[in-house]
Structures are given as structure tokens and as C-alpha cells.
């Protein structure tokens, strides 16, 4: 299923009323942790940060990532699955949610997905899932400190839920400047 239509259906759900997030795993059914990861952070890939969404998200995303990291399936304490997001805020992600994969999907195709399938590969995803979520949940009010960890996620997880070895590529370069932009911030006092 196209994950336009996944957003689609979601929508439906934030119409009626505020959604947990065991809500939005049970309607997404096997990616749901994929499909979390680009659904927490399409509101992220801009340069202004969310400081205090991104806390929560981030962690959470960190979460799945250590869990990817030895191939066991993601798993979530009950107050975190408990957790409801709102109506206003749900139906604002899905919006940009659905906007950003209309047009992605004009690009993505499977691609190398038996590379996709080697289990040191989902590890070395689940590695980078876990720093880009620590990273994206630092509280920092500088510009794009949001924005390049989630891009980072959104392409990997993309290109692992539609086997676009082409486009988790693009995630890992991705990963590369959001190290340099990190490793850039720790050394800027250094400089002054």
C-alpha cells in the first residue's frame, strides 16, 4: 500500500478524535515502526526546531533504533504506547506527511532490495536511527539542529519501507552532514 494512502487513512482517524500512539501501530500493522519514525519526524525537516516535541519524539525514535540495532521488533513501555497525540497536531502532521510522500513517491521505486535485506544492514540502519534520534531530541534552539537528523530518518526508513536502496544511500550522505553540522557545533566555542 502506497504510504499516501496509509496517511490517508490516518487523517480519517485524527478527524474523529485524538490517537494513541498504540492506535497508529495497530492501524499500521508490520512497518508501523517505520512508518512511526517518518510520521514523528515530516514535521521536524524544516530549519526552525520544535525544542520541545522534539524531546519526546527523539527518545522515542532512539528507542526503535536500539531495538533495530539487534533485530528484535521495537518495543514500547505502556505509557509511551498510551501516549495520545492530538487532534490538532495529528491532522497538521498528516498534512505535511501526505504532501511530502505524494511527491516522493514519484521517485522511489524498489531498488536493491535484496541489499536491504542483509541483516548487518538494518543494524547499521538501527545504529544511525538511534544516534539521529538522541541528536534530534537535544533541546537546542538553533537552526536545522531539528531539521538534519529527521531528514536522515526520513530517508533511510523510506528507502527500507519501499526497498529504495537508492534512497537510504541518500539518507546515510544525509547522516554525514548532520555528524559534520553536530561535530561543527561542539567545536564552534572551541573556536571563540
Known sequence: MKLSKIFNELENHFKEEDVSIRSIIDLLG???HSLLIIFFVVGFIQPIPL??????FGLVIS???FFMIFGYKPWLP????????????GLKTVEISKKITVELEKWIRPRGQLYLKYRIF???AGVITLISGLLLS?????PFSNGLPALTLLLIHLGHLEDDSNVVLLGYIAFS???????GLLLLPDLF
Not at 525544542?51 to 519526546?56: C, L, N, Q
Not at 505502556?78 to 490538532?88: A, D, G, R
Not at 552532514?177 to 561535530?183: D, E, I, K, V, Y
Open 138 to 142: 537535544l533541546p537546542l534552539p538553533i
Open 177 to 183: 552532514f548532520t555528524l559534520l553540522f553536530f561535530s
Open 30 to 32: 508490520e512497518k508501523s
Open 122 to 124: 538494518l543494524g547499521f
Open 78 to 89: 505502556q505509557k509511551l504506547l498510551n501516549v495520545k497525540i492530538s487532534q490538532k497536531v
Open 63 to 65: 528507542f526503535f533504533g
Open 51 to 56: 525544542v520541545g516535541i522534539s524531546i519526546v
